[in-house]
C-alpha cells in the first residue's frame, strides 16, 4: 500500500501540486487552506462535545462564527488575532479518550498513515460532520475547497514529502515512525504504548557512536 501511495504522488499528486502552484499565487492558496480549515470546525464541536470538553466546544464554534463572517467564509483568520487559536481534534481523538487504543499503524490508500483508531475515527467523521446535510452544489463546492487546499498543502511542503518519500532510505519506516510521534503529540501529550516494530535490530541500541555516545 505504502508503494501504491508513492506510485500515486508520483504519477498524479506531486505533477498536479506542482501545477497548482506555479497557477495559483500563494497568498491564494493560503486563503484556500484558511477556508477548508474553517469548514473543519463544525466537526471539531461535536467531537469537543463527545469529549466532554465543552470550553473547547465553546472556543471553536466561537471561532468558527467569526471567521465565517468577518473572515469572509474563513479566507481570513481575525479569530486568531482576537486569541482563538485553533484547536484541532476528531474522532480518533474522542475514541482516545474514551480509552480505546491505537492498534496496528496501516497505511490507507490516498489518505496516507493512520491507525487503526484512527481509521475508525476518518470514517465516523465523515459521517458526523454537520456539512454532510448540505444541498449538493454547496457540498460539491465545499469537496473542492478540500480537496484543492491538500493539494496546495502538497506544494507548500513539497521538499519535506520529498525527502520522506523519495530520498530517505526506508520511506516506509519514515513516514510510519513520523506519523506515530506527530500523532501521539497531537493526543495533547497523553501517554500511548510504545509501537512494537517486529523488522526492529534488536542489537541496534548495542552500536555505540566513534565518539563513545
Known sequence: ???FNRDVDRALVRPAASSLGAAVPDPVLVGIGRMSSNLSHPSYVVNDVLQLRLADAIHNTSRFVINSTIGILGIFD?????????????FGETLHVWGVPEGSY???PIFGPSTSR???GRVVDIALNPLRGLEPDAANTVRGINVTS?????????????SILYESEDSYAQARLLYLQNRRFEL???AEPEYFDPYEDPYDDLFFEPNGQ
Do not use: K, Q, Y
Not at 481575525?78 to 476528531?90: F, I
Open 106 to 108: 496501516v497505511e490507507l
Open 78 to 90: 481575525p479569530a486568531s488575532v482576537m486569541g482563538l487559536d485553533e484547536r484541532e481534534t476528531d
Open 150 to 162: 491538500r493539494f496546495g498543502d502538497r506544494h507548500r511542503f513539497g521538499g519535506t514529502i520529498d
Open 118 to 120: 484512527d481509521t475508525v
Open 188 to 190: 495533547r501529550g497523553d
Open 1 to 3: 500500500m505504502h508503494e
